[in-house]
């Protein structure tokens, strides 16, 4: 105070960054785990330079069930190990999107508008409301989502930077697929062929045949398309066999969702890019899924039978 006096200067009244990462002003605790594909597997926090790549202070190791909060930074990291790292909000609610590491915590400080909570709730509301009046889904979730960009809920960069632009370019690839199998006759030509191959077949063979083209079909096209398509033809199959075709309709109905095996349908590709998985990954966990919806699904209907 007496420099101050002396050399005439006038004390800041603003708080220095430093004073507010003492006093926890917009900064937090938040918990990250390191992604499947991400690039800092295998190299310790002090080789990626953690630090300054990151600007976070990591706190917490944890490898399974081993927890490390003394120094780790000679501790190779591994694809699931989880940090609890301290930053500010604003650094930490990047990690949302992040290739490396994925943020587990939601988000708290500056960025959470709590006033504006049951507007959003509201605009959600009025957004499902209107598809019970018959207005199209697509158009009823736009409107809301223009609502609660217009009310403030959260601004135009927040809703952009929310879109994950890769899914959208993947299904907007898919859904021309699915209908040049439809218009072309593709779709039609599999099912008609299925139902000439299986005339005379065992119950056993028809249930199973019917529930892998369902599987596949569900793949290439919607699964409601696939369910439309394949009814009217399984329902023929069961002619001559003594198999209730209603359980023939079932099967078909509940295979079409059976899509674990490739990132084609939508919700497989909208976990896609937050997941960091490819379609080996899908592949891979997907054909076991895959046959075991299948071996579950024709067992049952076959007890039905």
Known sequence: MRFIGESGC???????????????EGFGFAE???RPKASIIGKTPRETMFRQTFAIEPIVHQSGENENRADFSNTP??????????????TLRLFARHQDLLLVTHPEGHGV???????????????????????????????????????GVLTMDEAYHAVDWKTIALIAGLIPLGIAMEKSGAAALVAES??????????LVILIAIAIVATVLSLLISNVAATVLLVPIAMLSATGTGIDPRALALLVAVCASNSFILPTHQ???????????????????????????????????YLLI
């Open 194 to 203: 299925l139902a000439e191959t299986l005339t005379g077949a065992y119950p």
């Open 10 to 24: 006038i004390p800041s009244t603003t708080k220095s960054r430093l004073q507010a990462i003492l006093d926890g």
């Open 77 to 90: 990291l591994a694809a699931g190990d989880t940090i609890v790292a301290y930053g500010s909000w604003d």
């Open 113 to 151: 508008r709590h006033q504006k909570g049951y507007l959003a709730v509201l605009l959600f509301a009025a957004a499902i409301c209107l598809t019970i009046t018959g207005v199209p889904l697509s158009l009823a979730l736009l409107t809301g989502a223009a609502g609660m960009v217009l009310s």
């Open 267 to 301: 919700v497989n590709a909208l976990l896609m890019g937050p997941g960091g998985y490819t379609t080996k990954d899908y592949l891979k966990a997907g054909s076991i899924m895959t046959v075991i919806f299948i071996a579950v699904a024709v067992t049952l209907i």
């Open 32 to 34: 990250l785990i390191v």
